[in-house]
């Protein structure tokens, strides 16, 4: 035990086995003991030959002479070291046992519980003492067939292990998700001895499992499905429509004037609204229709089973009417409405994306032919798109072949009647439709992204025009229709400053024209690039002036110094009705604002008196000139008599 031969250890004093590694007072008690005569055990920490250290389990009693003096000691000693060591591994075993956060449970080989831990107390609610001797199947959930079972005991048996997700049920009758670790162990002879089992409550990882998924299916503002699952649900419906002979629709809603909402009231009140609009459309269609946020103010229902074509109708009128209601924000009654596009299955398209853009084709032509309505697909909207696209092509190649060309049209003084400026009006010559109207091919050119080229070409066009007038001895204003677009595609005030300089002429002779939807959008980026060109000394004017949502908060924050009155207000202006007021209150409310006045679309002498008499003072109209080419403008001008008004 000690690696001592009895040879040498006779004659030695004990003493030679002594570590130094425990504390004195052990055998100061230990002496004190024995020499009372008492019989000393303990267990001494002492050391072999060979230097380790060992525990030794030691019994000392004294021997007495006759006389009752202590004549020896006998020592009786065990070496424990390796009994000690097994000890403190149960003791290890049995902490990790009791303070896992995994429940334990260990059953003999009949399956009869033996024992538990305090985790599988905490998740299932039972105690260790309600549970010993029972079967586990008390924590049965009873939402796994025989099958689940005799899948698990036929791996238990053969490979000696089984691990899964489980439903059981608490004490209280809760049911719970759990993982679940099962092994056998085995005796030497390969019997199965006992079955230990370790799980763990997977509920919050359930929960948050359940929570991605629901991220990544469902839009957050609203809780509605988003693209992804409408995508998903589509494709679902169009199968079973196909299978069952069904009809489905797919209504593709976008709000009207939400912009205008976000913008002037803030994203707060943006977000309120949707979540109103996603309330009021949940409440247009049945429980099993899908609504849907496809994105920013975009909504996308899909009906399932419907009738007839009169059905999908119903539901979106009565989404126009539900959504034309006043929605309260901010305490204030806002207006907004919507255009609905629908596609039918089955009908020109069958798979979930064509469904999709066939709607969304049809609720762009919705918004075109005015707002709050809706439009079914047809193959003629495929047909415009076509031509569209076919128009769009044929753009790129106009600036190229020279197919388009500035028109110009005099701005006159209202009372001298003389021409003090011109405004440049684009014009495109179709090789085969013949004069197509900026009206028509500006948005496309917008949407494209070719304003950009296109309205560099303008001006520079432009202001080469009114340099070389200017070298002719005729000195003009420049008005230059200018799209919000420009400003992500290369118009910039370097560009602008480039183009003046090279046409040599001054800032001040030059007035973009901006129309009033621009600055409802993305405000300040749009006030910074505007200022930049204020900045140089150009002009800002507000085109269009009153067809759009301006309020005077508006201009105050934009710099602009110029308004034209669109033409809707002029047209029918008699010194009497209704448009002189509307048009007189233009006229204060620019003068307080220090805003130059022009009036549009002036065609008889009656509205320029009226005009005139109103305070406004420069027009533009058919009554003086219409838009025309260059060298025609220079022949009206020579021609051209004054008319004074007093
Ligand atoms: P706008 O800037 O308001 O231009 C005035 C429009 O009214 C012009 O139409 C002009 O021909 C028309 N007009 C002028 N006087 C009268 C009149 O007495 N009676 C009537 N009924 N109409 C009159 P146009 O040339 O067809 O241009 C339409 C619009 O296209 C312009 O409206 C402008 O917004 C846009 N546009 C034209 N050229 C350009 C351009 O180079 N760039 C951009 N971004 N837009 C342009
Ligand atoms: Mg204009
Ligand atoms: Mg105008």
């Known amino acids: 035990m000690t690696g001592y031969s009895s040879e040498e250890l006779l004659g030695q004093n004990n003493n030679i086995l002594k570590s130094g590694e425990i504390s004195a007072d052990i055998f100061t008690d230990m002496w004190q003991q024995l020499r009372e005569g008492n019989i000393w055990s303990g267990q001494l920490l002492n050391r072999k030959k060979d230097g ?37 591994q149960l003791r290890m075993v049995a902490a990790v046992f009791e303070t896992s956060n995994e429940a334990i449970m260990v059953a003999d080989h009949q399956g009869t519980i033996k024992v538990v831990n305090a985790a599988f107390e905490r998740i299932t609610g039972y105690s260790a003492a309600e549970v010993k001797g029972q079967n586990p199947s008390i924590l049965s959930s009873g939402r796994h067939d025989r099958f689940f079972y005799n899948a698990m005991w036929e791996s238990l048996n053969t490979e000696g292990c089984w691990s899964g997700e489980i439903w059981n049920r608490r004490k209280d009758g809760s049911v719970y998700p759990e993982w679940l670790s ?74 009207d004037r939400f912009k205008y909402v976000n913008d002037t009231l803030g994203h707060e009140h943006g977000d309120e609204l949707l979540m109103e609009v996603s309330k ?14 496809f994105g920013g103010d975009e909504f996308v229902i899909l009906l399932h089973n419907i009738q007839s074509d009169r059905d999908a109708a119903l539901v979106a009128e009565k989404i126009i009417r539900k959504l034309s209601d006043p929605f309260t924000l901010a305490g204030r009654d806002i207006i907004i409405g919507a255009s609905i596009g629908l596609a039918m299955y089955p009908g020109e398209s069958d798979d979930p994306d064509t469904l999709l853009r066939n709607a969304d084709l049809a609720m762009y032509r919705a918004k075109q032919t005015g707002r709050n309505r809706f439009q079914f697909f047809t193959s003629s909207l495929q047909e415009h798109a076509n031509t569209l696209m076919e128009m769009e092509q044929n753009l790129r190649q106009a600036l190229e072949h020279g197919q388009l060309e500035v028109h110009y049209q005099p701005l006159v003084r209202a009372q001298s009647g003389r021409v003090t400026g011109v405004e440049a009006l684009l014009r495109w010559h179709h090789p085969t439709l013949g004069m197509i109207s900026p009206d028509q091919f500006i948005p496309l050119a917008e949407d494209t992204g070719l304003i950009g080229p296109i309205g560099q070409w303008v001006l520079e066009t432009a202001c080469q025009q009114i340099s070389l007038w200017q070298q002719q001895g005729l000195k003009l204003y420049l008005s230059v229709n200018i799209s919000g677009r420009q400003r992500n595609l290369g118009m910039d005030a370097p560009l602008l400053h480039r183009i003046l300089q090279e046409s ?52 105050k924050r934009f710099p602009i110094d110029t308004l034209k009155i669109d033409r809707e207000f002029v047209r029918d202006l008699t010194l009497d009705n209704e448009d002189a007021l509307l048009v007189e209150a233009i006229i204060s409310m620019a003068r307080s604002l220090k805003l130059r006045l022009i009036a549009e ?26 838009p025309m080419p260059a060298e025609a403008l220079v022949a009206w001008m020579a021609d051209y008599q004054p008319i004074r008004l007093s």
């Open 52 to 88: 380790t250290l060992f525990w030794d389990s030691t019994s000392i009693s004294p021997l007495r002479t006759d006389t009752g003096e202590i004549s020896h000691f006998i020592a009786v000693k065990e070496d424990i070291t390796e009994r000690l060591r097994a000890e403190e």
């Open 182 to 255: 099962i092994s056998a162990l085995h005796d030497d002879e390969g019997q199965i001895t006992e079955f230990v089992s370790v799980f763990s409550d997977i509920t919050s990882r359930k929960e948050a499992e359940a929570n991605i998924r629901h991220q990544a299916y469902y839009d957050a503002l609203t809780q509605l499905p988003n693209r992804s699952l409408l995508l998903d649900r589509l494709e679902v419906a169009i199968i079973t429509a196909e299978r069952d002979q069904q009809m489905i629709s797919v209504l593709f809603i976008d709000l």
């Open 280 to 293: 009021r459309l949940t409440q247009c269609v049945r429980e099993s229709d899908t609504v849907a946020r």
């Open 504 to 555: 040599r002429l001054e800032a001040a002779q030059l007035v973009l024209e901006i129309t009033e939807g621009m600055l409802l959008e993305n405000s300040e980026e749009t006030i910074a690039w505007l200022q930049s060109f204020c900045d140089l000394g150009v002009h800002l004017a507000i085109d269009d002036f009153g067809t759009g949502y301006s309020a005077l908060s508006y201009l």
């Open 601 to 626: 679309g002036v065609e008889t002498a009656e509205q320029r008196n009226v005009l005139f008499s109103l305070g406004c003072e420069f027009l533009q109209g058919y009554y003086f000139a219409k």
